[in-house]
């Protein structure tokens, strides 16, 4: 059953108690690293953790869609996002809780992270280096790089459920699959991470050698979206794609970077149909040469 969206009275209702900003029909293509994608009925940007709180109670009783934009492995179909949007841009909080404990607030970047950690000469994170997403995004998708996961050192979880009750998860309760972490409906705000003393030197050496790979090895200077696809098992997306002739694939602005065939690059004025035309033709011709079917890791949001 398809449902309504919400009228604009219906969302002013959800929103009545919230103190944070309240942007309406607000393009989301900004906020996202490929820079794509069509307006929100409503994005919110809540002022601290109990206006989050309010957020989702007012979504909640009132039966409306609500998703949490961190916006780098992401994307918004040309139409938009039917409901509320959230950023938790003003969730930046972040301390050494005790020993080599640190808590980080949902919308701390990984980049500040890492800084942090190295700062207080922790190590743990350096897998990290060069992923510009949020830390409540790398819990949700155990974001990672072959050096390591966020499940690694991810003690537990500051979250709230889909009726608004604030809960701590240990890790140990939560299942971490390849680029998902299987949570309960509801939304992280912040994180704890066990990380170790280490010699600053040797995190900061780490932290170079694999930004300089990636720098190497991927199109960081253009408006992309990470990894597209999920490394099948035993094999990698990037060498399927490239072996099946379609590096440089393109299709308006969107296209299969020539540097790394696993990202998709936006030459300037991409749309969402483009990219998700492009990814289709990528999985048809893999799926044509090599009998496999290319999973995404993006997640594709909006309305059709
Ligand atoms: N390859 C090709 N052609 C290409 C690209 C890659 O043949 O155009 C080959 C490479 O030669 C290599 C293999 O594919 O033998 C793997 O490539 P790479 O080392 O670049 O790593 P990846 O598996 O494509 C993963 C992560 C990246 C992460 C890098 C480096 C996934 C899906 N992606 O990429 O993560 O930066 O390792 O650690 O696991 C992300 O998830 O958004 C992301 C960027």
Same mark, same amino acid.
């Given at each position: 059953?398809?449902?309504? +969206? +919400?009228?604009?009275?219906?969302?002013? *209702?959800?929103?009545?108690?919230?103190?944070?900003?309240? !942007?309406?029909?607000?393009?989301?293509?900004?906020?996202?690293?490929?820079?794509?994608?069509? +307006?929100?009925?409503?994005?919110? @940007?809540?002022? %601290?953790?109990? %206006?989050?709180?309010? $957020?989702? /109670?007012?979504?909640? #009783?009132?039966?409306?869609?609500?998703?949490?934009?961190? &916006?780098?492995?992401?994307?918004? =179909?040309?139409?938009?996002?039917?409901?509320?949007?959230?950023?938790?841009?003003?969730?930046?909080?972040?301390?050494?809780?005790?020993?080599?404990?640190?808590?980080?607030?949902?919308?701390? !970047?990984?980049?500040?992270?890492?800084?942090?950690?190295?700062?207080?000469?922790?190590?743990?994170?350096?897998?990290?280096?060069?992923?510009?997403?949020?830390?409540?995004?790398?819990?949700?998708?155990?974001?990672?790089?072959?050096?390591?996961?966020?499940?690694?050192?991810?003690?537990?979880?500051?979250?709230?459920?889909?009726?608004?009750? /604030?809960? /701590?998860?240990?890790?140990?309760?939560?299942?971490?699959?390849? *680029?998902?972490?299987?949570? +309960?409906?509801?939304?992280?705000?912040?994180?704890?991470?066990?990380?170790?003393?280490?010699?600053?030197?040797?995190?900061?050496?780490?932290?170079?050698?694999?930004?300089?790979?990636?720098?190497?090895?991927?199109?960081?200077?253009?408006?992309?979206?990470?990894?597209?696809?999920?490394?099948?098992?035993?094999?990698?997306? &990037? =060498?399927?794609?490239?072996?099946?002739?379609?590096?440089?694939? =393109?299709?308006?602005?969107?296209?299969?970077?020539?540097?790394?065939?696993?990202?998709?690059?936006?030459?300037?004025?991409?749309?969402? %149909?483009?990219?998700?035309? #492009?990814?289709?033709?990528?999985?048809?011709? $893999?799926?044509?040469?090599?009998?496999?079917?290319?999973?995404?890791?993006?997640?594709? @949001?909006?309305?059709?």
């Amino acid at each position: 059953m398809l449902r309504q +969206p +919400p009228t604009r009275e219906q969302l002013r *209702r959800a929103l009545a108690l919230v103190e944070g900003e309240v !942007r309406w029909r607000e393009p989301l293509a900004p906020l996202t690293s490929l820079q794509v994608g069509g +307006p929100a009925d409503v994005l919110v @940007i809540p002022a %601290d953790v109990e %206006d989050v709180i309010r $957020v989702i /109670r007012g979504a909640h #009783v009132n039966h409306i869609p609500l998703m949490v934009l961190g &916006g780098t492995n992401v994307i918004i =179909r040309d139409k938009g996002v039917r409901g509320m949007v959230m950023q938790l841009k003003h969730l930046t909080h972040i301390q050494e809780e005790a020993d080599h404990l640190v808590y980080a607030q949902a919308g701390v !970047r990984l980049p500040r992270l890492m800084q942090f950690a190295l700062g207080r000469k922790l190590s743990g994170m350096e897998w990290a280096a060069g992923i510009p997403g949020t830390v409540g995004g790398g819990v949700v998708m155990n974001a990672g790089t072959r050096l390591g996961e966020m499940k690694d050192v991810l003690q537990a979880v500051d979250f709230i459920t889909a009726n608004g009750k /604030r809960k /701590r998860i240990e890790a140990t309760m939560l299942t971490f699959l390849y *680029r998902k972490t299987t949570l +309960p409906k509801g939304i992280v705000v912040g994180a704890w991470l066990k990380l170790r003393a280490a010699a600053k030197a040797t995190i900061q050496s780490a932290t170079k050698q694999y930004l300089q790979y990636r720098k190497a090895t991927q199109p960081l200077t253009l408006p992309n979206a990470g990894s597209v696809f999920k490394n099948p098992i035993g094999d990698s997306a &990037g =060498r399927l794609i490239e072996a099946a002739g379609l590096k440089g694939l =393109r299709m308006g602005d969107a296209e299969v970077s020539t540097k790394h065939a696993n990202f998709i690059v936006n030459r300037g004025t991409a749309t969402a %149909d483009d990219v998700l035309t #492009v990814v289709r033709t990528v999985q048809a011709g $893999v799926a044509k040469k090599f009998g496999v079917r290319l999973q995404l890791e993006w997640k594709v @949001i909006g309305e059709r």
